[in-house]
């Protein structure tokens, strides 16, 4: 079996919290995901043998949306699928004929950079000290994909 998308669920979360806690300095509670969900957010998880993977937020817009969140359980990391991941999120947002999906990234986090970067996506922005950080502030990188 390959791992498929399907949409996140209140069930789905004490899953997807030990992934986060595990794999993000800066997780997402379960309030955010409750929030995300409740604010019908593309809220999705990858899922294999009754295994969730990894998962995605995506914040929908007029026709445009944003990737607020993605994330690959450590133990399944670097086997391209984030990168599969991020493409099947990329193709439900041409389902729902959004024009672009933006997404703002730490400069540090080179891992997210190379999949981004690789996935097609291009550089749009910096924000100045826009994330706290152990250092006090860090920028943001916004990067588009146009669809
Ligand atoms: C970012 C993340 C989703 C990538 O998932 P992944 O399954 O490891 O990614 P893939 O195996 O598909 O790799 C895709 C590309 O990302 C880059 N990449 C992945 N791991 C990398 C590493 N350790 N160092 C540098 N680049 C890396 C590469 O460009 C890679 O392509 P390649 O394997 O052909 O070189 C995963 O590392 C993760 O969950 N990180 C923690 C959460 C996070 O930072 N999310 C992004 C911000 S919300």
Redesign the pocket.
């Known amino acids: 079996m390959s791992p498929a998308l399907r949409p996140m669920n209140a069930a789905d979360l004490d899953q997807v919290l030990r992934?986060e806690n595990n794999?993000?300095?800066y997780p997402w509670t379960r309030g955010n995901f409750r929030d995300a969900m409740n604010s019908h957010y593309l809220c999705q998880v990858y899922e294999m043998d009754n295994e969730i993977l990894?998962y995605a937020v995506l914040m929908l817009a007029v026709d445009e949306a944003q990737?607020?969140?993605?994330?690959?359980?450590?133990a399944?990391?670097?086997?391209?699928?984030?990168?599969?991941?991020?493409g099947e999120i990329m193709n439900a947002a041409r389902r729902l004929n959004l024009q672009r999906i933006i997404?703002e990234?730490?400069p540090s986090?080179?891992?997210?950079?190379?999949?981004?970067?690789?996935?097609g996506f291009s550089e749009l922005a910096l924000r100045r000290d826009y994330y706290p950080s152990a250092a006090g502030r860090e920028d943001a990188m916004v990067m588009e994909y146009l669809l």
């Open positions: 992934i794999v993000h300095a990894g990737l607020l969140i993605i994330g690959i359980a450590a399944y990391q670097r086997q391209g699928l984030g990168g599969r991941l991020l997404l990234v730490r986090n080179v891992v997210a950079l190379g999949l981004y970067r690789k996935s």
